[in-house]
């Protein structure tokens, strides 16, 4: 069973940064595509960044240049680092494993002075 935790989250005031961390446990980590997803209130789940298994990493318009996503392969981790943040990005952010359909419990993020 794949279990998925998040961590990282918390207030912080625009212009700031956030590293989030996602741990994964029950699955074979290195092979799989690894994402993060962000639902704001009242709004759709909104899909932010992925990496796959060798590395190569696609973001969303909404973030490039601002986040990075990496990952740890030794320690079954995928990171989320959120640079230069804004009011919009204060979300719940998630971590997914694409090709399974599981999904952790989310993390909050809120932005704002």
């Known amino acids: 069973q794949v279990h998925l935790v998040e961590s990282g989250g918390g207030l912080v005031q625009p212009g700031g940064s956030l590293r989030l961390s996602c741990a994964a446990s029950?699955?074979?980590?290195?092979?799989?595509?690894m994402a993060w997803y962000r639902q704001a209130p009242g709004k759709q789940r909104e899909w932010v960044a992925r990496?796959?298994?060798?590395?190569?990493?696609s973001y969303g318009d909404s973030v490039k240049g601002r986040f990075t996503i990496s990952r740890d392969n030794a320690k079954n981790t995928v990171y989320l680092q959120m640079n230069s943040l804004k009011p919009d990005d204060t979300a719940v952010y998630y971590c997914?494993?694409?090709?399974?359909?599981?999904w952790g419990q989310g993390t909050q993020v809120t932005v704002s002075s």
């Open positions: 029950g699955i074979v980590f290195d092979i799989y595509t």
């Open positions: 997914s494993t694409p090709s399974l359909g599981d």
């Open positions: 990496i796959t298994g060798s590395g190569t990493t």
